[in-house]
């Protein structure tokens, strides 16, 4: 028989948190240790397998894979590529682009990567011919305004990768995601089509209950229920130290409500990719956001190990026959999961030999061990008592023991029902039912009162960070109201407005040509010949007939004009946004302020609320741990009495 392991296992799981150098928010550190100390806090951290992310590319992730495994190369940490891609289209209320993840099998190749992102297009061109960059070429200035199409994503992922899709597409239910605008038809559409083309969703425990819900569409087509995945989405050391495998709350500044800022996803499978698939065949089952881990059942049989000698027989009674007992050279651990387990081989291999020696061993007996023995060393052999110590079983004692004969007997009558109210009732009068509920309460209370401890250490930490940010953000205010500043961002905020028109018209322009392209590559010539038809022609002959259309012995080709006002209009507003903000930087230092406190100085005042909230919420959470740690301790000093009690019961 070839023993399996033990089986799936709740562990912490972070699909979406960004490397050192990452083309966007990179707040890391710039210098080159920046990689061994993000190494070292992914090693020393508790979670078990991480989605190494960033956009529309893949450089970082074999980078630091090359790297990890120098340094720790009997690491059990597991990792899997992340690319974030930013859709061409919006549905939310704040006009922000649709974010698309692509998790990829830590088996796919960095050439099989590089191909898939040659192949896929962004919304840049050249600037010559016209030519759409690749996500493979884009350059540093390029990421901040990337977009990639979804059915070209789809189509580049399948020419590449082909039907046997060692990848899984998600995309963030909440910010920059999926968040339609109610009295829109067409973004309700559009966001049903990308709900049908991801296999999970990147969002909170909100989420969970609308994804696995199957009536979620807008017309009346049957969803599928979709896994939802938290995750840090870290872009610093201190994202990584503050929320990586951790539950993170704060305060709401509108409405003064505890809101989860950060939380921990559990998923229960193996820390493989086939693993990860499978949570999206399971969603409800093995996944589950929470600040705590799921905890497993307090009765359950955690291994059993045999002994047999190479004499041991089987012996029918009333029989002189006998025959080598099948178990004999087993001798590894069988690993019960606590959820489930099962056993699984061909007829005459020993699955329900070993249930049958399990339940005798336990005290249960069973028709298989009533009509035969064990024979050793020519004597029989008493499992119950197994005082040569051959079968050996970790975990709870008790055990509720169904053989195959009583499983025939359910269907028959009230069998069934003498199951549950003879058996099962008698078994909740003996007692131990209700000090295992206090026993777990207590259990929960001593988990409870450690993670006090280490939230007490944390929150003290982060209120003097606080307390310096606040004195840091009330600096920045009184100097940020003068007038020359106000006028400064106002003509900052112009040029940015206008710039972003401009770029959001070339892709209009480009988007709109390479439609007519497509009708006019996809329309067919037809036999017959009505009104419509001669009317389709007709506007088939305009199209052909602009002036970026080029035909040649068939060959559709777009050539984009070059608008030259437009160009020297791009010219000139990026020379007056290098200057305004240049008089910006002039201003700062003038008033003895680093480029860190420019990027703030536009959310002060509202930092300064925020801060001041925390800080509030922060000394009233400290003051609550602090209550709430002695009471916990006088709770738990009663576990030694029902331990007692316990142990007077078995």
Known sequence: MEIAQKGSEWRKWDLHLHTPFTKLSNNYSKENDSWELFSQIIEESDVAVFGLTD?????????FIENHKVKYPQSEKVFFLNIEFRLDIAVNKSAEEINLHVIFSNEVSKTDIDNFLISLKTNHTNGTGGARIPCKNLNDSQFVSATVNYNELLQSLVETFGQHKPYIILAAANNAGLRPVKDSPRKLAITDEIDKICDAFFGGRQNVAYYLNLQRYETNEISKPKPVISGCDAHSF?????????????????????????????IKSDTTFEGLKQVLFEPEHRVKISEQKPREPIRKI????FNFPSGTFVKRNNSSDKQEFCLNSLKKDIAFSPYFTCLIG?????KSTIINILGERLGEKTDFFYDNNLIINNKKYDIETDSDKIINVT?????????QGKIEKLAEGNELTKLIFNERIKESESGFYNLDSEIEIITSLIDETIHMLFDLKNF??????????????????DSVNDERYKVITNKISEIRKEFSSIKNSETRYDTLLNSIRTILLETTDVDYQNDIEVRINEILSLLKEIKEVSIVENEINIELQEFQT???RLDELTNEFRNENQKLKDFFEEKGMSEETIKDSQKANENLAIINSEIINLNSKI???KEQYKENLSKIEEFSNINKSYNKLR
Do not use: A, M
Not at 242 to 266: A, C, F, M, S
């Open 55 to 63: 956009y529309f590319c893949c450089e970082n992730y074999f980078y």
């Open 238 to 266: 201190d994202d990584l130290d503050l929320t990586l495998g951790k539950y993170v709350e704060r305060t709401n500044p509108q409405n003064h409500q505890q809101e989860i800022l950060k939380d921990i996803t559990w």
């Open 302 to 305: 955690e291994s059993i190990k």
């Open 346 to 350: 061909g007829r005459g291999t020993g």
């Open 395 to 403: 975990g709870t004692n008790e055990i509720e023991f169904v053989s």
């Open 460 to 477: 003290n930490n982060t209120l003097k960070e606080k307390e310096k940010e606040k004195e840091t953000t009330q600096n920045i205010i």
């Open 566 to 568: 437009t160009k020297t």
């Open 623 to 625: 003051e609550r741990i």
